[in-house]
């Protein structure tokens, strides 16, 4: 996924759970944050909640290969937190980039 947004113009930032994004934004500020649901430690909810505290506006685009289980749709759930696009994996990198560009509008 990387190298597919560098490739299309993006500079992207990678982080292995919720608690490093927010310390890698207040420390870079990036245009979007792309979180998946399911992550160690802080996990998807948690992170966009933490967001929407921390950065209020920055569009939020969540992800996830597992989004419906037993107990509910989370994609669903995230999109009720207010966040700004949701992409079931797996996605072609494309959808990923269109919604990008939709949300710099």
């Known amino acids: 996924m990387k190298r597919a947004l560098e ?4 500079r992207v930032w990678i ?6 994004a927010l310390d890698l934004q207040r420390a870079h500020h990036a245009d979007v944050l792309i979180t998946d649901i399911f992550m160690p430690d802080v996990d998807g909810f948690e992170t966009i909640q933490s967001f929407h505290s921390a950065f209020p506006g920055l569009p939020i ?14 994609l ?5 937190m207010g966040v700004d696009a949701t992409l079931p ?3 072609r990198m494309e959808a990923l ?3 990008l560009r939709s949300l710099a509008r």
């Open 15 to 20: 982080t292995a759970s919720g608690k490093e």
């Open 7 to 10: 490739a299309a113009g993006y």
């Open 61 to 74: 685009v969540v992800i996830s290969g597992d989004a419906q289980r037993a107990t509910g749709d989370y």
């Open 89 to 91: 994996k797996p996605f």
């Open 97 to 99: 980039v269109q919604t």
């Open 76 to 80: 669903a759930a995230a999109a009720l």
